[in-house]
């Protein structure tokens, strides 16, 4: 059963930085990203990385955010620096074994739970 496990948030004062990670259960992912979803917002994509390499930012976190795999411990991450309180969400990881586009977005079969970023000011 796959599983996607996230961990690393918790809350920061503007200007700080948090690393969150993604651990999974070795599936082979052609796709991985990073979403969140504040409240009252729809859930929005933040970056996503594939096994080539390529990294897709938001540009609402371009230039502050990190993605990045680690395929020997079947972890994801993001380093998340600069923190802004709009970047307060939960925070949840995704993956797909094919990157594949359905109406223009890219589909991600599995999701984590999430973890919360509190951002004050």
């Known amino acids: 059963q796959v599983q996607l496990v996230e961990s690393g948030g918790g809350s920061v ?3 700080g930085s948090l690393r ?4 999974h259960s070795g599936s082979i992912f052609n796709v991985m990203g990073w979403y969140r979803q504040a409240p009252g917002y729809q859930r929005e994509s933040v970056a996503h990385i594939t ?3 390529d990294r897709n930012y938001a540009s609402s976190v371009q230039g502050r955010f990190t993605i990045s795999r680690d395929y020997a ?5 993001l380093e998340m620096r600069n923190l802004k309180p709009e970047d307060t969400a939960v ?4 993956a797909n074994p094919t990157i ?3 109406d223009g977005k890219l589909e991600m079969t599995y999701w984590g739970q999430g973890t919360q970023v509190t951002v004050s000011s």
């Open 20 to 23: 969150l990670s993604c651990t």
């Open 91 to 94: 925070y949840y990881c995704a």
């Open 13 to 15: 004062q503007a200007g």
């Open 73 to 77: 411990e079947n972890t994801m991450y």
């Open 100 to 102: 594949t586009l359905v």
């Open 51 to 53: 096994s080539d390499g």
